[in-house]
């Protein structure tokens, strides 16, 4: 069973809305990660938080920002919805190790635009 | 920029066949390369994480190698069940940062 909470499971909006995603890390774990998985890809890095701080960003424009909290719950935030924002968004929690190792993703938020 | 192929996109093999998942990437100055299953709709389930400076891990049926010189990983999967069906994705991890870069994924399905 996995420690990794996201919230809510499936998600419609409308072009040029705003949405807010939110993700329960496991207890114990300081970092959290943001992935977008569009159909029938792997997933895609977007950026990484670590004790409140963006800690690392892939190649995503400024409308995808996020927060990170004290109790190191998170945050994706996408403004200014476009049709190719589609996909399922994956939170990932572990400890700064760099190794991978401790790593939990969650179950993914379902984002559907239209 | 890391980039991570996985072949083949899809695989349907009968129950109780031995196969192999493939795995490449473009820089060999990796950190860990992981190893992890997606059921539809859900997750990533992490199978099997292996270090840069391993060879390969095992787990049960499963069995992951690791070449860092030819820039490739493999999966091998023995004595394939209907409950193996899911997608497989592979990722390298390339720095300090944990950020994974993943490859796009074999689908697997086991007949029974």
């Known amino acids: 069973e996995t420690g990794v909470t996201q919230s809510p499971t499936h998600l419609i909006k409308t072009r040029g809305q705003q949405v807010t995603l939110r993700c329960s890390s496991q207890?114990?774990?300081?970092?959290v990660s943001w992935y977008q998985q569009a159909l029938g890809q792997g997933p895609q890095f977007i950026f990484q938080?670590?004790?409140?701080?963006?800690?690392g960003r892939g190649n995503f424009p400024p409308r995808f920002s996020g927060l990170q909290f004290p109790n190191y719950s998170s945050e994706l935030n996408v403004n200014a919805l476009e049709l190719d924002d589609s996909a399922l968004y994956l939170c990932?929690?572990?400890?700064?190790?760099?190794?991978?190792?401790?790593?939990?993703f969650g179950s993914g938020t379902r984002l559907t635009v239209v | 920029k890391q980039e991570v192929t996985q072949i083949p996109a899809a695989l349907s093999v009968p129950e109780g066949e031995n196969l192999v998942l493939n795995c490449s990437f473009t820089?060999?100055?990796?950190?860990?390369l992981q190893w992890f299953r997606q059921d539809p709709g859900k997750g990533l389930t992490s199978l099997l994480l292996?270090?840069?400076?391993?060879r390969e891990q095992t787990s049960g049926r499963l069995n992951a190698s690791l070449d860092k010189s030819s820039g490739r990983s493999t999966l091998y999967i023995a004595a394939s069940q209907p409950g193996d069906s899911a997608t497989y994705l592979c990722a390298a991890i390339i720095d300090t940062g944990n950020q994974f870069y993943f490859g796009t994924g074999t689908s697997l399905t086991v007949i029974p």
């Open positions: 990932a929690s572990g400890p700064l190790t760099g190794s991978g190792y401790g790593y939990t």
């Open positions: 292996i270090q840069s400076s391993q």
């Open positions: 938080y670590y004790r409140e701080e963006e800690n």
């Open positions: 820089d060999s100055a990796i950190y860990n």
């Open positions: 207890s114990g774990h300081n970092t």
